[in-house]
């Protein structure tokens, strides 16, 4: 609709293309002065009001006959027919503003008043079911709680819409998602900061209240002849993570409470106390996300912080079957402690039956399984334990206590201390003792035996890979696919989408870090890109080498 003649730090006038006007500003700003469209743009001007012409005379078929007799649109008539288009979103208009000198804010309100369908032109919205609901104003109420902010003294500010029916001060509400009651204690008309005090609002109306007990961004409202629930806001993935901690150690409790608060203004920063990397992880949009997330902990909360790069949770895994034993024995006065268990690991892969006999050096292990056990572990994968004991060598009632020690083990892979996953074990024989057996004996026992067979396992390292889709500008490709090359990305394949490419690929989380800046830098801010966890592959020999001495070298200095 707009674009600007002098783009950049003097910015001062624009070309209107739907008024055929150039509009100018004083260095002040404020209202612009209309002049004819100079010579050198009116090519370009003619380009841009041909297509919108177009694209209005395709809604309507007056308007296209019209179109077709004169060759031409008058402003009103384009202006009717991009107004269809836009209520069923499809066209974006683009104006210029510069909000600081206040140039083109008149013009962009003019637009919108001209321009934006009204509540009953606009699509219903759908509830979960599916079911349309009408901007009745008469209709039982119901609400959307789109936005949630907190003010100091004020405390939480819900912002809503009203979908159907008039909504009072006073009214009791039912809150559809979390099953409770909220009274509307106090209704606002909300322009920026200032908020003006109404005593009801209705149907396509957007309002602020406050003090709601039990309320979140996403949760629906309604009246009790109202069943109505709409779908939650659908996010863009998170594209930037980063840990977060505080300056001082003493305020992590204080930190934890400020996220939390953050995450329910502005969902997209999604938060994650991570116990398995020892580490909070922040994730956002990209990085000029995070960097305001900082500015507003530091600036309105007087909160320090530092962002330090995330860990990558690696997981580890066995490649071949090996077998050890191990025997728990102590005594030290009165009754001691004594058990004794043998066991066979080997990669559990879906499907895949257990050998009846295994073979290591000169010796054969006959399996005979009496019980299953299939563990699906919290962090991916799973565990799957076999008890083929023979003869009572272990009463059953241990069982459980061993399966405690290999869990033990498994949070704790031998190479870089993560998660093992994909094991199964065998437990075929072993000893205990009538008196000094007891739990925490074949705890210990199990603990011991499967951390001794998991490294005598040939142990691998797996890294996380996600699943890359790249929107880029055609002539940009060759950029973007080298550097994602350099990030040990595998390419799977790409596809046009008009003057773009989607370009797919492969990437492991760990080179992932900054590609939001990396791409944006490429491509001058014109590629986005979207990622998904696809699956734990193994890392490659040297990237496992360097992984072990960094994790062998940790544990040294925490000695």
Known sequence: MQYPVNAGGGFNAVIDVLKGKMLVWKPEGGAPELKDIPASEAGKVEELLGALHEMAAEADEALMEKFFEEGTLSEEDTIRGLKVVFAEAGVYPVLCACGV?????????????????????????????????????????????????????????????????????????????????????????????????????????????????????????????????????????????????????????????????????????????????????????GEFHLRTLKWRLENNDKMMIEYDEPKIPYRETITKAARADYRHKKQSGGSGQFGEVHLIVEPYVEGEPVKEVYKFGNQEYRISVKDTQEIPLEWGGKLVLINSIVGGAIDARFIPAILKGIMDRIEQGPLTGSYARDVRVIIYDGKMHPVDSNEISFRLAGRNAFAEAFRNANPKVLEPIYEVEVLVPGEMMGDVMSDINGRRGMVLGMEAEKNFQRLKALVPLKEMSSYSTTLSSLTGGRATFTMKFKSYELVPGDVQDKLIKEYAAQQAEEE
């Open 101 to 285: 000198k206040d140039m083109g804010a008149r013009r962009l309100m003019e637009f919108l008043g001209d321009m934006a369908p009204s509540v009953a032109e606009a699509p219903k919205p759908v509830t979960k079911e599916g079911k349309e609901v009408a901007p009745d104003a008469k209709a039982p109420a119901s609400m959307f709680i789109f936005k949630t902010s907190v003010e100091p003294h004020i405390g939480e500010v819900n912002y809503f819409k009203v979908m159907q029916g008039t909504v009072h001060g006073a009214d009791d509400l039912q809150n559809m998602d979390r099953g409770s009651k909220e009274r509307i204690s106090q209704l606002y008309t909300v322009a920026g900061s200032i908020r003006v005090p109404v005593d009801e609002v209705a149907a396509g109306d957007i309002a602020a209240t406050v003090k709601l007990k039990d309320t979140r961004t996403g949760n629906t409202l309604n009246a009790k002849d109202c069943d109505n629930q709409y779908p939650a806001i659908s996010y863009p993935e998170p594209k930037y993570r980063r840990a977060i901690r505080p300056q001082n150690e003493a305020d992590a409790e204080k930190l934890s409470a400020l996220l939390t608060r953050m995450h329910e203004e502005d969902p997209t920063w999604i938060i994650e106390q991570s116990k398995e990397l020892k580490q909070t992880i922040v994730s956002g949009q």
